[in-house]
C-alpha cells in the first residue's frame, strides 16, 4: 500500500506551496520515485496544478456531474458504480514522466461534495497499490476530516501561519481527528510565512498545538514573486529560503 502524505490547515497559509515544494523532494529522490508518486489536489479551488505548471481538463466533480446526468456518457447501465470509477480514473489523471495528478475539483450542479469525497475516498483506495507514494493537497479549513476524505494516512502535516488563531485551528483540526478516530501514524505542524523577525517558541507552540513541529518556513519574497507572475512553484532555485526549509521537513519526515 501506498505511503500517504496529507497536508492540511486553514485557508491562506500556504499548504499549495509546502505540497508543491514536497512533490519536487519526492520526485527527486530515485528509491521514491521509482515505486511511483500520485499527488491529490483535494481542494475544491483546483489551485495546485497551476502551482505545479499543469492544466487539468477534467477532475472528480466532472465525473459526478456526468454521473449525475447519465445521459452525457456512454456507459452499460448495468456498470456498477465501482466498476465505473475505475474505468473513469485513467481518464481524469494528468500523468508526467516522474509523478501522476487527481483534482477533485467541485461539481457544477447545486449540491453537497458528500458523492464527490466518496468518489475521492475510492480513487485513493484504488490507487494505492499502483503508487508507493500518494500526497494530498487537503482543501482549507476542517471539512476534509468531517467528511473523512483523509482517513488512515501515514504522515499528516498541519500547516499553520505564524499566528496565535492558526495555532488554534492546527490544534482544531488535531482534535477533530481524534474524535473522528482516523488513524495517522505520524502528525507534525509546520510553520509558515515566519516573518524574519519572530521569535519562534518552539516549546510554546507545540504545547498550544500538541504536535511537534516539523519545521519552519520562513517568508519569501521569491514565493511571492512567483506566486505573483503565475510561474511554477516547483522552478523555485535551489536557494529559495522556502525550498530550503520544505527540504528539511522532508528530510525530517522520511528519515522518522
Known amino acids: 500500500m501506498a505511503h500517504i502524505i496529507a497536508v492540511a490547515g486553514k485557508g491562506g497559509v500556504g499548504k499549495t506551496v509546502i505540497s508543491a515544494l514536497l512533490l519536487r523532494f519526492l520526485i527527486e529522490d530515485e528509491d521514491i520515485r521509482r515505486d511511483g508518486v500520485l499527488v491529490i489536489d483535494a481542494d475544491p479551488a483546483v489551485s495546485l496544478p497551476f502551482a505545479l505548471g499543469l492544466e487539468v481538463k477534467k477532475t472528480i466533480g466532472d465525473i459526478r456531474e456526468e454521473i449525475a446526468e447519465p445521459s452525457g456518457i456512454i456507459f452499460d447501465e448495468r456498470m456498477p458504480i465501482d466498476m465505473l470509477l475505475e474505468y473513469k480514473i485513467d481518464e481524469i ?70 499566528t496565535k488563531r492558526g495555532f488554534k485551528t492546527a490544534a482544531a483540526i488535531k482534535s477533530l481527528a481524534e474524535s473522528l478516530h482516523i488513524e495517522f501514524k505520524r502528525i507534525f505542524l509546520v510553520l509558515n510565512k515566519v516573518p524574519a523577525s519572530a521569535n519562534v517558541h518552539f516549546d510554546e507552540i507545540e504545547r498550544l498545538t500538541g504536535m511537534p513541529i516539523a519545521g519552519v518556513v520562513p517568508e519569501d519574497e521569491i514565493v511571492s514573486k512567483f506566486d505573483y507572475e503565475g510561474k511554477p512553484i516547483l522552478l523555485l532555485p535551489e536557494d529559495s529560503k522556502a525550498v530550503l526549509a520544505v527540504r528539511k521537513i522532508f528530510e525530517r519526515i522520511f528519515s522518522v
Do not use: W
Not at 121 to 147: P, Q, V
Open 93 to 162: 489523471m494528468v500523468k508526467r514522466p516522474y509523478f501522476s495528478l487527481i483534482a477533485m475539483g467541485r461539481p457544477e450542479g447545486v449540491g453537497c461534495y458528500c458523492l464527490v469525497n466518496d468518489m475521492l475516498r475510492h480513487f485513493i483506495g484504488k490507487l494505492s497499490s499502483r503508487f508507493g507514494t500518494i500526497l494530498i493537497d487537503c482543501e482549507a479549513g476542517l471539512e476534509h476530516l468531517s467528511r473523512r476524505t483523509t482517513q488512515d494516512v501515514d504522515t499528516m502535516l498541519v500547516v499553520s501561519d505564524f
